[in-house]
Nanobody
């Protein structure tokens, strides 16, 4: 199994940028499909972006395309989410997650391991 820890959240004004990082430990990192999720209070957790293993292909939800970039450093056991042009609607708790099997980037039950989350707050 893999342990995940997020960092880099905080408060930013609309239009600003933030970078989230996820440090992985435990199992071999490059064997997992990775994703960033986010969740607002009383709402379901949603996939923000996901990145596969061998191909490194990235997937994004429509609302963040062109603004967010997911990347992984397999040698460094880390996952990053670069966020720019942040909007009020991006205010959420953000979670790093790992899937031992890459079924689909959008298949939430595949993500077996989760970090504790980091808060992103965008203000006007």
């Amino acid at each position: 199994q893999v342990q995940l820890m997020e960092s880099g959240g905080g408060s930013v004004q609309a239009g600003g940028s933030l970078a989230l990082s996820c440090a992985a430990s435990g199992d071999t990192f490059d064997g997992y499909c990775m994703a960033w999720f986010r969740q607002a209070p009383d709402q379901e957790r949603e996939v923000v972006a996901a990145i596969m293993t061998a191909s490194g292909k990235a997937y994004y939800r429509d609302s963040v395309k062109g603004r967010f970039t997911i990347s992984r450093d397999n040698a460094g056991n880390s996952l990053t989410l670069q966020m720019r042009s942040l909007q009020l609607g991006d205010t959420r708790m953000y979670y790093c997650a790992a899937a031992p099997r890459c079924v689909s980037p959008w298949y939430v039950p595949a993500y077996a391991y989760w970090g504790q989350g980091t808060q992103v707050t965008v203000s006007s």
